[in-house]
């Protein structure tokens, strides 16, 4: 059955009549979870089920955000507290090597469990490079503030949560280390200069541009395009993400109902879509948004629906191994570098 190119949400632990028909009309791509969806394991994988049972797809991707530190969906009493990505830089320039292995732990034990709950994607890793005076909206979320030694983490967080069953999301392409202001509030704006930001802030990117699938940012870069933020700006997806970088896969949004981006719901679909992102994320779970997503994304095909196959078959089964030992190891490496 087609799909429409947008991922959704849903208001709380289970699915309401309306968000089953919704889903059923509407045909998402993908589903994505927040705290107001979680409970416990059990109720978890059943909302995962309601969704895929809805669409009538056993194989769709769910998402989460479970990057360890502030951003963690899943958390205590049910699941671990894993650690902010910078805990992995600060290992890694004490270790090299101990803060790779530390970062390839974490994701593996964090895929683990999501594919617990049959949750298959995470929004991770990160590659931006957070500098002075930037808002502390990425802070400790990032691995460092070198390029090449942010990319190589992150590849290790990607190696990690594929051994695990789960495909990884690249974000913030091309940069939200600079912003200024949080996207969830307003719109920040960059005023670098672009031969900086090649040699920083796209540089971080570079050496990830074969992930499946990747996340935009909401920020506006002024040397490249003065008034469109990255994510519906086809002069930074052409030029930049899909150019510069070579991000060739699947391209998506971050949440369209961010207060960063301007108009309706529905224009707000419209220009990501004219821009070039692939797919359109919503993220609140408010359902008369959701509807306007839906009546604007358009059948998922051509190139968009190609990227999104080769993501999707991009997942490999999980890698057995002993959960216990990796979580022993991980604390003992980054208590080592408090």
């Known amino acids: 059955m087609s799909t429409r190119a947008f991922i959704t949400g849903a208001s709380g632990l289970g699915l309401t009549m309306q968000e089953r028909e919704f889903l059923r009309a509407g045909r998402p791509w993908g589903f994505i979870l927040f705290k107001r969806n979680i409970d416990n394991p059990l109720q978890v994988a059943r909302l995962v089920q309601e969704f895929r049972e809805a669409i009538e797809d056993g194989d769709a991707p769910v998402l989460i955000d479970q990057e360890g530190g502030r951003v963690q969906r899943l958390g205590p009493p049910h699941w671990p507290v894993y650690p ?35 949750i298959t994607v995470d929004c991770l890793p990160l ?17 460092g503030t070198d390029p090449l030694k942010v990319a190589t983490i992150a590849r290790a967080v990607t190696e990690g949560l594929e051994q695990g069953g789960v495909l990884p999301v690249l974000k913030h392409i091309p940069g ?66 899909r150019g510069s970088i070579g991000f060739q896969g699947l391209l998506m949004s971050d949440d369209v109902s961010m207060n960063a981006l301007t108009g309706s719901i529905a224009q707000r679909t419209r220009a990501i879509v004219a821009a070039g992102c692939d797919m359109v994320l919503h993220c609140n779970g408010q359902l008369d948004e959701m509807r306007q997503v839906a009546s604007e994304a358009p059948e998922l095909s051509g190139v968009a629906l190609d990227r999104a196959r080769r993501a999707l078959a991009a997942r490999r089964p999980p890698q057995p191994f002993d959960r216990e030992a990796a979580r022993a190891k991980l604390d003992a490496l980054t208590a080592a570098s408090a």
Do not use: C, N, W
């Open 176 to 241: 939200h280390g600079r912003a200024t202001a949080d996207t969830h509030h307003r719109l920040p704006i960059v005023d670098t200069l672009k031969d900086e930001l090649e040699a920083v802030d796209f540089a971080a990117f570079r050496p990830l541009s074969d992930l499946p699938m990747a996340m935009t940012a909401h920020v506006v870069f002024s040397a490249i395009d003065a008034t469109q933020p990255a994510t519906t700006s086809a002069t930074i997806i052409e030029q930049v993400i």
């Open 127 to 143: 590659a931006d490079v957070p500098v002075p005076g930037a808002d502390a909206v990425i802070g400790d979320r990032a691995y």
């Open 84 to 118: 902010a990505g910078a805990t992995f830089g600060a290992l890694y320039d004490r270790d090299q090597a101990a803060g790779l292995e530390a970062a390839r732990l974490g994701a593996q034990l964090i895929a683990a469990d999501l594919a617990d709950l049959g």
